[in-house]
């Protein structure tokens, strides 16, 4: 048995109907040359086949009373992989627009808490002939880049080999056997207060970085970090429904870095401003006119060791300025280079506890009006941005490339969209999700990710051969 941390608690506490909190990922396969429809069968077999299963894949969520009733992981005795495997297909004609609308429909569906929190689609049924996986798991057990990490323990970059342990698996590559926990015998005050010292010596810091953050209120909105309730209202910041719309789109990586080398930036920084035309453009075309003050958005920021494979999150946030406000795209990617730079730079003056510390207040925010049902009143900030670093080469299931990774993330009351994008073999994959009626005709998000990216190679002079592929 293990209790969940803080963090990892207040996801479970802030999740309703109207907001399930797992991430997701949609994956598109294409199958090595010569198979026939019976492989997807054979995957799915080996899938259900699966004897040992590595935490958190068989632990649920329990609240034992000798813990004062807070969430813990326990293993699930009757665990029953079955269930958490499945196949599904798209409706025909099988196109993109099919998948995208099923992958939001599974999407929008609650986890079962009597059971462990995860689920496993294998889809078929697209006319491409590639068949897709839309996994997703409870944001309490696992962020961006441990959820990478678990991608790389399944797939391999040997087309030739099969028979590759999954994710689930004990067998998986990369991964340690945990030491088994120590049975619960009830409240331990001593084990509390000495807990309760540990946290004490982290606040003077912690206090320190709080102050420090919310002292930049004093100075122009221009040049630092953004900070909760600074963001004006828009159309993204509303309550939201369990719907779900998702689309996605992949871009050429070398493209955004001509543009980052042309400007001295970085990938996450030409991403922000791509993100912050689109939704410029977006507000004004469809969402009734640009605020006069800039869009702020959540950039999460992994605080995870590189040695660590626990699951749970490790991961931390700055609220970036996206100077929306601004009209052109090169002073716009300039405000929010400044911005990011002044949150890391308060970022890496604490320590890996103390930052823990830190980001559990800052995103009391974000998460605890959901948890009280009050989100969506005052928005802490527009929208999430997250961007995760992926493997550079191409990866294979049993001989199926991976043709792309999009991420499924979360919404919440208050910020009804969600971009989240990863980098995956010389490409930028994105996955936008959004409340489907909050947000309407979200897919134009994609379009205007295009133009935003073209407006900063022409101010670059850099020419663009390739062409957005959209998945």
């Not at 004093?218 to 828009?234: D, H, I, Q, T, V």
């Not at 003050?293 to 950039?299: K, Q």
């Not at 919404?411 to 994105?430: E, K, P, Q, R, W």
Request: glycine share 8%; aromatic share 8%.
């Amino acid at each position: 048995m293990r209790a969940l941390s803080l963090f990892d608690a207040a996801f479970i506490a802030a999740e309703s109907r109207e907001t399930p909190l797992h991430v997701g990922s949609l994956l598109l396969f294409r199958p090595p040359p010569g198979s026939g429809p019976e492989q997807l069968a054979e995957l799915y077999r080996s899938c259900v086949d699966v004897k040992e299963l590595r935490a958190p894949f068989d632990h649920k969520l329990v609240y034992p009373l000798s813990r004062l009733g807070l969430p813990h992981w326990d293993r699930d005795p009757d665990f029953d992989v079955e269930y958490h495997v499945r196949r599904s297909a798209v409706p025909s004609p099988g196109r993109y627009r099919e998948l995208f609308v099923l992958a939001a429909r599974l999407h929008g569906a609650l986890l079962d808490r009597s059971r462990p929190l995860w689920e496993l689609h294998l889809i078929e049924g697209l006319r491409s002939g590639q068949f897709a996986v839309y996994a997703k798991l409870h944001h309490a057990q696992i962020d961006g880049m441990a959820g990478m990490r678990l991608l790389r323990s399944w797939l391999t970059e040997d087309p030739g080999e099969r028979d590759t342990p999954h994710f689930w698996s004990v067998e998986g590559r990369g991964w340690k056997r945990p030491k088994p926990a120590a049975a619960p015998v009830g409240f331990d005050l001593a084990s509390a207060v000495e807990q309760a010292r540990a946290r004490a010596a982290l606040l003077p810091n912690v206090t320190r970085a709080v102050r420090q953050a919310l002292g930049s209120y004093s100075r122009p909105a221009e040049g630092r970090m953004a900070l909760p309730f600074e963001a004006p209202r828009s159309v993204f910041n509303t309550r939201v429904t369990a719907a779900r719309r998702f689309v996605a789109q992949s871009y050429s990586l070398e493209r955004v870095n001509r543009v980052k080398r042309a400007f001295d930036a970085t990938v996450n920084d030409v991403v922000l401003a791509m993100c912050a035309s689109a939704l410029r453009r977006y507000l004004d075309e469809l969402g009734g006119g640009v605020p006069a003050r800039p869009l702020t958005a959540m950039a999460p920021v992994s605080i995870r060791p590189r040695d660590s494979d626990d699951f749970g999150n490790a991961a931390s946030a700055v609220l970036v300025n996206l100077a929306t406000h601004l009209p052109d795209p090169v002073a716009r990617l300039r405000a929010i280079q400044s911005s990011i730079r002044d949150g890391r730079a308060l970022l890496s003056e604490l320590s890996f506890d103390e930052v823990v510390v830190y980001t559990a207040i800052m995103s009391t925010p974000v998460l605890g009006p959901s948890a009280f049902g009050l989100g969506g009143v005052v928005p802490p900030t527009n929208i999430v941005v997250s961007n995760v670093p992926g493997p550079p080469n191409p990866l294979y299931w049993s001989g199926a490339r991976l043709d792309g990774m999009y991420p499924v993330s979360a919404v919440f009351h208050g910020m009804a969209v969600n971009i989240t994008v990863t980098s995956y073999a010389g490409s930028l994959d994105f996955g936008i999700v959004a409340c489907r009626h909050s947000v309407q005709r979200v897919q134009r998000l994609i379009d205007f990710l295009e133009d935003g990216l073209a407006e900063l190679e022409e101010a670059a002079g850099v020419s663009c051969p390739e062409v957005a592929q959209q998945a």
